[in-house]
């Protein structure tokens, strides 16, 4: 009976659905090329996996609360521009610039909360003009080209962001562990601190949650402070990998960081979230870009499986919480 009971929570818990798709995407794609699942692919797909991730992390805790942000592309763009353009100049070391880079993303995570607390503007509205604003700064700043990131070549604090080691014939990267600290702090907070029920209550019931003695205002804005913040550190990551500071790079990802949120089970509507279930959206969806290629499917189809997933797990997370609901 106890085991029966076990079973009944597990598989109404929402990371459930997640864990069964992203086991069959492993077992169907490594059915199809053996090579799925090499050292060297899977090391490969960890190395720009987790700087999506990181902004998943930011952007689960921000969803729990009841708000979106869809500037977390532009930032991720905007941060690396910022920290090369000051870098490539000799204004300063490549620390200091990007700590230059992380103080104004967490100034436009500020204004973000700022406009949608005080002014009651809705978190779409604002975040989507925060976008184009942010979007268009890269731009200009640039004219539209790339900036050079290779003067930073042997940087001690690039090696600390973005270097590489081995472990045995396995290449792993810094920005790995960077999300692994990241995810376990996410959870930690949403589920064992007195912040992760303020984060939860401001998203379920603002109002009893002011009712409560929760500044639900103010949660808000550390939420999209964080959330830019984090895809600072991912835009800045991510430009030392690939040496390259686009300032369009980024463009979309908010949807797909959405897209991961959704799939791991945290609610639309705000008041439940889950890390754990983050984490295997977020591998769900970048191991389906690199299976699909790996087994020969035109690359150009990813956002037919990304939509397909998204309405099965949305079915899938419905069917659950109704039988969650009825004591099934």
Known sequence: MQQHSFLQRFVSKPEFG?????????????????????????SNTLSFTVELGLIALAMTLLM???????????????????????????????GAAFLVALAVSLLI??????????????SFLVTLGMLLVVRGTALYITDGFPQRTWTAEGNWFADL??????????????????????????HFVLTQTKFGNWIQASGGN????????????????YL???????????????????SAANPNSGTGYELEVIAM????????????????????????????????????????????????????MMALHSWLERRHNAGV
């Open 261 to 312: 949120v959704v799939i791991g089970g945290t609610v639309l509507t705000g008041g439940r979230g889950t890390i754990i279930g983050t984490v295997l959206g977020i591998f769900i969806l970048r191991i389906m870009r690199n299976g699909i290629v790996m087994v020969g499917v035109p690359g150009l189809a990813y956002n037919i499986f990304i939509g397909a997933i998204i309405l099965g």
């Open 206 to 221: 603002p109002n009893a949650a002011r009712a409560r003695g929760v500044n639900v205002n103010r949660t808000k804005v």
């Open 18 to 42: 997640p864990l069964v798709l992203l086991v069959l995407e492993l077992v169907i794609f490594w059915s199809f090329n053996s090579d799925f699942l090499s050292l060297q692919n899977i």
């Open 161 to 186: 962001l973005a270097g590489s080691f081995f472990i045995g014939s396995f290449r792993m990267y810094m920005s790995v562990l960077w999300f692994a600290i990241a995810a376990f702090a996410a």
């Open 64 to 94: 729990t609360a009841g708000e979106f942000d869809l500037s977390v592309g532009s930032v991720f763009g905007f941060s690396a521009v910022l920290m090369w353009t000051v870098f490539n100049g000799n204004l300063m070391p490549l």
């Open 224 to 242: 999209f402070m964080v959330s830019s913040a984090m895809a600072s550190l991912a835009g800045v990551i991510s430009s030392i990998r690939t």
């Open 109 to 122: 995570g500020f204004v973000n909360g700022w406009f949608v607390t005080k002014l009651s503007i809705p």
